[in-house]
């Protein structure tokens, strides 16, 4: 099993960037899948994750900015984020649960977010 993620990069605030997840090694359509974010440091924080029914839940403080998608078709997972703030800076993880589960189980190597000022 395998979770690419990529797109991260040097933004400067209030810019925009799509994050991409690519999945691959066994069928996700029965998993729920998500992003997470992570700075040395602290802990890993929730960003937000979307069921296999399509359902999408947020951290209460970057729903205005951030949309979860998936595309099963192509085993894609997406995070758009807008509005972008210095404080969004972090490590960005994909990551999956098994079929039928609320538990995160799969992870990716991560993809690097730099906001700047």
Same mark, same amino acid.
């Given at each position: *099993?395998?979770?690419?993620?990529? &797109?991260?990069?040097? *933004?400067?605030?209030?810019?925009?960037?799509?994050?991409?997840?690519?999945?691959?090694?066994?069928?996700? @359509?029965?998993?729920?899948? &998500?992003? +997470?974010?992570?700075?040395?440091?602290?802990?890993?924080? +929730?960003?937000?994750?979307?069921?296999? @029914?399509?359902? #999408?839940?947020?951290?209460?403080?970057?729903?205005?900015? +951030? @949309?979860?998608?998936?595309?099963?078709?192509?085993?894609?997972?997406?995070?758009?984020?807008?509005?972008?703030?210095?404080?969004? #800076?972090?490590?960005?993880?994909?990551?999956?649960?098994?079929?039928?589960?609320?538990?995160?189980?799969?992870?990716?190597?991560?993809?690097? *977010? #730099?906001?700047?000022?």
């Amino acid at each position: *099993v395998q979770l690419q993620a990529s &797109g991260g990069g040097l *933004v400067q605030a209030g810019g925009s960037l799509r994050l991409s997840c690519a999945a691959s090694g066994r069928a996700f @359509t029965l998993s729920a899948m &998500g992003w +997470f974010r992570q700075v040395p440091g602290k802990e890993r924080e +929730f960003v937000g994750r979307v069921s296999w @029914t399509g359902a #999408t839940s947020y951290a209460e403080s970057l729903r205005d900015r +951030f @949309t979860i998608s998936r595309d099963d078709t192509k085993v894609m997972l997406y995070l758009q984020m807008n509005s972008l703030k210095p404080e969004d #800076t972090a490590v960005y993880y994909c990551a999956a649960t098994g079929s039928y589960s609320d538990q995160f189980v799969f992870w990716g190597q991560g993809t690097q *977010v #730099t906001v700047s000022s």
